[in-house]
């Protein structure tokens, strides 16, 4: 029982630059669970493509008939949908456990990242959404994204910190799930890959337990989240 | 196979004032575990008490011959020897996401709580405690106590801000570990135990569902938690 499967991605001015934290989750997810996705290149302004899933954000999945959206709720479909396919979770405690993680994530991780990135954004944007993002993260953040951007390097030492308890799982293990990755390692590792692909793949310092698990997560999937084409890397 | 068990567990100067987060995460998976245990009021400074466990800090569980130490491994001793008890961490999976949500606990929850109450610590302790207390604890925030204690109000709107990840899995499910506490919920619960021991028992706002998940966990287990002494409520 295969529905085909269409992922609405968050894309840049070049059509093949795939940033999004959240689509990453779901990139992950599906190749977790060893299932094929056509994905749509989607710009934050083309809300009358995904109106079918009733708001305006992506990821957005098509399963068949249904459109599915939030990172979160998708991996709950698709382990639910294909119980039979590798787990994301392992079992009900597990995933209980991994929603804690997933909201560590969202809450506190992304903020910290965004702080770090956020300058990058708006010149790797198709032209018709630099107004949007320029418009509702300076609302979100109370500030010009310069201002941010001005301040990246506490931002990035701010965000070292953030990492502490990541860090300290993975000195100890060699996914946030165990001996495999499984949603809890995708929840987390989509914000390193909207970083690496906007220009700044090291947001953990090399000798950080946190990098090495970044290189495990890049192999991961036959190489998934390595092959994904990135802006030149520069600065950290 | 039962070994009998004994617990070194912190006390005050009231050998019922057992105010420990980490000793507090023990106590609820012995109960989680149905395991009846002995407790000894142990103070800081007896370390000669604790020395065949290698180390100077509780808890200290002492298992037929084979003394234990660090509240996580404690735990994962008591899941892989009692295996046919309830489990702790529903699978291998589980368990490894949960130790995410532990280190999150003694990483940022543990601090972020200790600015709230650890003006309230000294006058608790044992007299001879009392200077071991207060040098250990300045020298690690790098201020005196009676510096963090003046901040208190803002300690707690830090915390608060703090709580958002837990707030949000929270606001969807009953439990850290889903419809039944296990030990995401022990080693988190017992930072909010700590601050009640001591006299704060509201650190989350009365319409958080962190607020309303700390009285599902006073009442686990038989009221385990309610049941324990605590200095007068007072403040916040």
Chains 1, 2 share one sequence.
Request: with cysteine; proline share 6%.
């Amino acid at each position: 029982m295969s529905d085909t499967l269409r992922l609405f991605d968050l894309a840049g001015e070049d059509d093949e630059l795939r940033f999004s934290p959240n689509c990453w989750r779901t990139r992950l997810a599906l190749a977790h669970k060893g299932l094929a996705v056509d994905t749509v290149a989607w710009r934050f302004t083309e809300k009358d493509a995904i109106a079918p899933s009733g708001q305006g954000k992506v990821p957005v999945l098509v399963a068949g008939q249904r459109w599915l959206h939030e990172s979160w709720d998708i991996a709950e479909y698709l382990e639910d949908h294909y119980p039979q396919r590798p787990s994301l979770f392992g079992c009900a405690h597990g995933r209980a456990v991994a929603r804690f993680v997933n909201q560590w994530a969202s809450d506190v991780l992304h903020p910290a990242v965004a702080r770090c990135i956020i300058a990058d954004i708006p010149p790797a944007l198709h032209a018709k959404d630099r107004e949007y993002f320029r418009t509702t993260r300076e609302a979100a953040f109370g500030r010009s994204l310069e201002a941010i951007g001005a301040e990246r390097d506490a931002a990035l030492a701010a965000l070292r910190q953030t990492l502490a308890p990541l860090r300290g799982v993975l000195a100890r293990q060699d996914f946030v799930a165990g001996a495999q990755p499984a949603y809890a390692d995708h929840a987390v590792f989509g914000a390193f890959q909207w970083a690496r692909v906007l220009g700044t793949p090291r947001l953990a310092a090399p000798d950080d337990p946190v990098a090495a698990w970044v290189e495990r997560m890049l192999e991961a999937y036959g190489g998934l989240a390595r092959a994904a084409k990135c802006l030149p890397a520069h600065r950290m």
